[in-house]
Structures are given as structure tokens and as C-alpha cells.
């Protein structure tokens, strides 16, 4: 999960991202989403209280198809 924005936790947007789209960059040891900024503004997001149910294959489908990556359950 990906956090954006807010202060202190406050205000913030999270994003649950495929690791599929996620790609380690070992020298920085760190992960790498590359995603325009502007675009990460349109991803299917929520907040810290309301969780979507990540079980959903609907929902899991969605946030997949958004980060054009295919699920790792089909």
C-alpha cells in the first residue's frame, strides 16, 4: 500500500499497488512505481478507514487493470 498526501497521516490517500508493477531498483534498495503523478491521482484509492476487501477479485481486478498488469489469479 502506497500512501499520498495528507500531514502526519492526516488527509492521506492510499493506493494497494500490483507487485507485479512494483520493480526493485537493488542498487537504491528500494521499489520503483512508474506512474505519472497525475495519473496516480485518478487510481482506484481509499483511506485509512475504509478498506476496501482485498479478497474481492472484482475489486483486485480493477486496481490490476489500472496499473495495466494481469493478475497473479488468472
Given at each position: 500500500v502506497l500512501a499520498v498526501g495528507?500531514?502526519?497521516?492526516?488527509?492521506?490517500?492510499?493506493?494497494?499497488?500490483?507487485?507485479?508493477?512494483?520493480?526493485?531498483d537493488t542498487e537504491e534498495h528500494?521499489?520503483?512505481?512508474?506512474?505519472?503523478?497525475?495519473?496516480?491521482?485518478?487510481?482506484?484509492?481509499?483511506?485509512?478507514?475504509?478498506?476496501p476487501t482485498m479478497a474481492d477479485p472484482t475489486w483486485g481486478a480493477e486496481v490490476h487493470r489500472f496499473y495495466d498488469r494481469q493478475p497473479y489469479w488468472g
Amino acid at each position: 500500500v502506497l500512501a499520498v498526501g495528507g500531514l502526519f497521516g492526516l488527509g492521506e490517500k492510499l493506493f494497494a499497488i500490483p507487485w507485479n508493477a512494483l520493480v526493485l531498483d537493488t542498487e537504491e534498495h528500494q521499489f520503483v512505481l512508474d506512474v505519472d503523478g497525475e495519473r496516480l491521482k485518478s487510481a482506484p484509492g481509499f483511506d485509512k478507514d475504509h478498506w476496501p476487501t482485498m479478497a474481492d477479485p472484482t475489486w483486485g481486478a480493477e486496481v490490476h487493470r489500472f496499473y495495466d498488469r494481469q493478475p497473479y489469479w488468472g
